[in-house]
């Protein structure tokens, strides 16, 4: 008689779910026990660094991952980057321990979850906790399905500790449920308006990344030379921001926004919300420009105030769309000028940081990035080349993601260069991440800036009128010795004329490496 933990590992081995991230407790003996040879279980110190590292795996490799947490307190240490992975809409499946039955029932268990399905809500598509445990590789074939059809998301089932051990049946394994097109007429509205207008812009979101398809937007761009910007707040690079076509990142913040789009008479939305702000600095008088939006969440076509919606899995619409539209005789638009190139001086500035990793890393390098302070500077320095996952951020501001992301990215996708850019604050959430790098020998550089401060809290508030808050300056954290001890090669950086060959040395090593830099502290303005 096959048991649970049997059935579970066939379908686990038939789904290519056999990499599991996880932080184990005793209520995942059971799902642990006697573990495969043909298994990899990659070990984080804890739970939101796992799930960032998860998050990235399954993101670089497009297929979906297995998370392994620990029951009640281990979920709620992971839920920050459950919740990124929400947003990030990440094909993931957290497989969560619970006390035994026989022990849910009568009292208050040590580590039971009381109404463990309603703990990862609403930002899981679909989470239970089996009534039975000949259910549970029923419950974890449907998360499966759930989390990697369109739009894509995490799930979560809770499996008490002492269901492994039951007997179970055999699952029947059905392939993914395939994207989708656009209807018909809808696509031909929006060939007729793209057609005639004159000056019309595309919206680049993240999900055209997510779906693979930024050499399709590319195609697509050219065809009707059309201006291309990107969402505001991306979390991916969903065309390449080298691109003469490329127009910049559009703001979050209303009024910034209406005027950048105002000398349009069509925007294209792809695969963005409409539109995610950041701050509220007044309404715009500026009315935006006729408006079309892509998805393939129909929640988020509901959400939009403005503009015609069609549902549609991004690369699908988006070759319907140049397959149908005629060739344009367009001017295409001037292309994005860039700052000149920073001059070397100490402090280190940032630019000059940024300015000098673009020269040395590979076109189809990863970049995973969590700099608040620093994030238009990143975009005027150094773009994003690659043409298909080429960049990695948090959408959802929940910090500590980057540095174990880039983790997560190295180990799924070991023929590309990962380097993770973070600031000092943000590298400080999820440090003991870098045991895993050590451990995992993950072939990526962690460049950490060091502006002794919470620079986006202090940028912000001054901006709000000049007011002092408390609690953002940092400082005195040595990075190279806490690389050090979590088994990391490090090198610090605290004058310009070693930042190019420092760099150049730790791009060409294959060990985890952390370059702890010293710069300007003098803040940039956001938006």
Request: with cysteine.
């Amino acid at each position: 008689m096959s048991t649970v933990r049997d059935v579970t590992r066939e379908l686990m081995r038939r789904l290519d779910l056999t990499t599991v991230f996880g932080n184990p407790g005793t209520t995942e003996i059971g799902f642990l026990r006697d573990w495969p040879s043909d298994f990899r279980y990659v070990l984080g110190l804890q739970e939101s660094a796992v799930v960032a590292m998860a998050d990235a795996y399954a993101q670089v490799r497009r297929s979906p991952v297995l998370v392994n947490l620990h029951s009640a307190g281990g979920v709620g240490h992971g839920l920050g980057h459950v919740f990124t992975a929400y947003r990030h809409r990440t094909p993931m499946i957290v497989l969560a321990g619970q006390q035994v039955r026989s022990l849910l029932q009568p009292g208050e268990a040590f580590l039971a979850a009381d109404d463990a399905a309603q703990f990862p809500r609403p930002y899981v598509k679909w989470s239970c906790e089996p009534a039975r445990a000949a259910d549970v590789p029923a419950a974890i074939a449907r998360a499966y399905h759930v989390s990697t059809s369109a739009p894509y998301g995490p799930t979560f089932v809770s499996v008490p500790a002492d269901d492994w051990d039951e007997a179970a049946a055999p699952v029947a394994v059905r392939p993914r449920i395939a994207g989708f097109a656009p209807d018909p007429d809808a696509l031909g509205g929006l060939v007729d308006a793209l057609t005639a207008a004159r000056r019309p812009a595309l919206v680049a979101g993240p999900a055209v990344d997510v779906d693979g398809a930024v050499p399709d937007l590319v195609e697509l761009a050219e065809k009707c030379r059309a201006a291309v910007w990107a969402s505001p707040m991306s979390p991916r690079s969903s065309f390449p921001e080298d691109h003469p076509l490329f127009q910049g990142f559009l703001h979050p913040e209303e009024r910034a926004l209406a005027d950048a789009l105002s000398g349009y008479d069509l925007v294209v939305v792809l695969g963005a919300p409409v539109f995610t702000y950041h701050v509220f600095r007044g309404s715009s008088s500026v009315p935006l420009p006729p408006l079309y939006l892509i998805s393939e969440d129909e929640q988020l076509l509901a959400r939009a105030a403005t503009g015609v919606g069609i549902r549609a899995t991004l690369r699908l619409a988006i070759r319907a769309l140049t397959a149908a539209l005629p060739p344009s005789d367009r001017v295409p638009p001037a292309p994005l000028a860039r700052p000149p190139r920073p001059a070397a001086r100490s402090p280190i500035p940032v630019d000059l940081v940024l300015a000098t990793l673009a020269d040395e890393l590979p076109a189809d390098a990863i970049v995973v990035e969590e700099i608040p302070s620093h994030l238009n500077v990143r975009r005027s320095h150094l773009p994003i080349r690659a043409r298909g996952t080429g960049l990695l951020s948090t959408p959802s501001g929940t910090l500590g993601y980057a540095l174990p992301a880039a983790i997560g990215a190295a180990l799924g996708r070991p023929d590309r260069r990962v380097v993770a850019v973070v600031g000092d604050g943000s590298a400080m959430y999820g440090i003991q991440a870098l045991w895993t790098a050590a451990q995992e020998n993950a072939p990526a550089v962690f460049v950490i800036l060091d502006n002794s401060q919470y620079a986006a809290v202090r940028i912000l508030a001054e901006s709000a009128g000049g007011a002092k808050v408390p609690g953002v300056d940092l400082g005195g954290i040595d990075f190279t010795a806490l690389a050090t001890g979590l088994g990391c090669a490090t090198h610090l950086i605290d004058h310009p004329r070693d930042l190019r060959p420092t760099l150049t040395k730790a791009l060409t090593d294959d060990r985890p490496t952390v370059l702890h830099i010293k710069i300007d502290p003098d803040p940039h303005t956001l938006y």
